[in-house]
Nanobody
Framework: QEQLVESGGGLVQPGGSLRLSCAASEISFDRYTMGWYRQTSGEQRELVAAMTTAGTTIYGDFVKGRFTVSRDNAKNTLTLQMNSLKPEDTAVYYC?????????WGQGAQVTVSS
């Protein structure tokens, strides 16, 4: 069964950094656009960053150069490096894999930015 497992969330002070990782299993990883989304209570899930199979990256407008998404197709891993974190970045971050054949989500990782 297809599975995406996020890790690396936690509590960080404003201005700090965190690295999220997503380990994928039972999918043809290199055939999926991989992305990170986030959601806060009462809000819709929004795109943070994504990388297509061709390596094209897409970022949410709010990222403004602070985050970097990368993928390792050999290790079936997606990474999100987040720098200069702000309190408004606090959310549950979800890993996503999508193509014409499927759309899968991880269970989410909490990121809290607070002093």
């Amino acid at each position: 069964q297809e599975q995406l497992v996020e890790s690396g969330g936690g509590l960080v002070q404003p201005g700090g950094s965190l690295r999220l990782s997503c380990a994928a299993s039972e999918i043809s990883f290199d055939r999926y656009t991989m992305g990170w989304y986030r959601q806060t209570s009462g809000e819709q899930r929004e795109l943070v960053a994504a990388m297509t199979t061709a390596g094209t990256t897409i970022y949410g407008d709010f990222v403004k150069g602070r985050f970097t998404v990368s993928r390792d197709n050999a290790k079936n891993t997606l990474t999100l490096q987040m720098n200069s974190l702000k309190p408004e970045d606090t959310a549950v971050y979800y890993c996503n894999a999508r193509n014409f054949h499927g759309n899968f989500w991880g269970q989410g990782a909490q990121v809290t930015v607070s002093s």
